[in-house]
């Protein structure tokens, strides 16, 4: 399966290209990108394995990453989407893992939340019926993207990290 294109008002998300392979280098060779996503600048040997997962992803899974792009200037802003890391932490097991990560130029302007909305709508119109993420005790930001957009916290994991779980609209309430 390939990625289907999403369209919010200031922002496309698409399948991963060739053509996002620079800026997605560049934006994990940051260290304001990384200070809660395994806390050191990924270098390009690094991140091109992550790179291929993450275009992978959709063929494996049915699910997986875009390539957030501005509709404004057609610039790369990075990267979000499900994933199955396969981890072998219990909390994560078994359910898409929502994450984000979007080049520091981008951030303080609401780019986050509209994503993660459009990712989390794409998910319950795809009968996908709960979604985790971990998140940083430290990464406030992303805690408040993951709240605003329905998850909640509810385990304490290794690392000062946190796991929330949103459940689809047409599962929320039971159990």
Known sequence: MDAPTLTTERLTLRGLTMADWEPY?????DPR??????GQPRPRDVAWPKF?????????TGYGNWAVIDRADGGFLGIAGLSDFKRGIAELEGYPEAGWAFAADSWGRGIASEV???VTGWADAAGIAETRC?????NIASARVAERCGYAPFAEL????RAFRRRAASVRGRG
Do not use: C, K
């Open 25 to 29: 280098a560049t934006m994990w060779e």
């Open 33 to 38: 990108v990384t200070a809660f996503i395994g």
């Open 52 to 60: 291929g997962q993450a275009a992978g992803m959709w063929a494996l």
């Open 116 to 118: 993660i909305a459009a």
């Open 158 to 161: 290794e690392g000062d990290r």
């Open 134 to 138: 971990m998140i940083d005790h430290g």
